[in-house]
């Protein structure tokens, strides 16, 4: 066995189909499109959407709803989360900052607190936004409720 001996196996390798060499080829004349139609000029290419002459799916769904683009997403953060971190890390002060820092919010994200579960420990909270239930909670106890921006 050498090098000069290696063949591919037997059927797996074919003769490239050449399509347009005249009628010798086999495949001259209409070169395999058959007669007239699109298909068989030239330039021709579906849209990426054909369904070959089916409703086409984007058609075929009904438009739903729409995206408001003013609105303002926040992320929450409720009074029991709250008194949570506060017992665990003895904290007292809670700004953007410090939310970065534990991982409860990202740099960009607008933070807004509310009134779900019981608040025990006076805090300073400075958020974009707060539920009314939330405001009343933290002022109850002496803390303060800052909106930033």
Do not use: C, W
């Not at 074919?14 to 005249?22: D, Q, V, Y």
């Not at 495949?27 to 290419?45: D, E, I, L, Q, V």
């Amino acid at each position: 066995m050498d090098l000069s001996n290696l063949k591919p196996a037997k059927g797996s390798v074919r003769k490239n189909k050449r399509i347009g060499r005249g009628q010798g080829s086999g495949h001259g004349g209409t070169s395999t499109r058959g007669h007239k139609g699109a298909n068989s000029r030239s330039g021709n290419k579906k849209k990426h959407h054909f369904e070959g002459g089916q409703m086409p799916l984007q058609r075929r769904v009904p438009k739903r709803g729409f995206k408001n683009p003013n609105t303002v997403e926040y992320t929450t953060l409720n009074l029991d989360q709250i008194q949570e971190m506060a017992d665990k890390y003895g904290m007292t002060g809670f700004d953007q900052e410090i939310l970065m820092a534990n991982g409860v919010i990202g740099r960009n994200d607008k933070l807004k607190v509310l009134g779900r579960g019981e608040l025990k420990a006076k805090v300073d909270i400075h958020a974009h936004a707060f539920s009314k239930t939330a405001k009343a909670a933290i002022e109850a106890l002496g803390g303060t409720a800052n909106v930033i921006g």
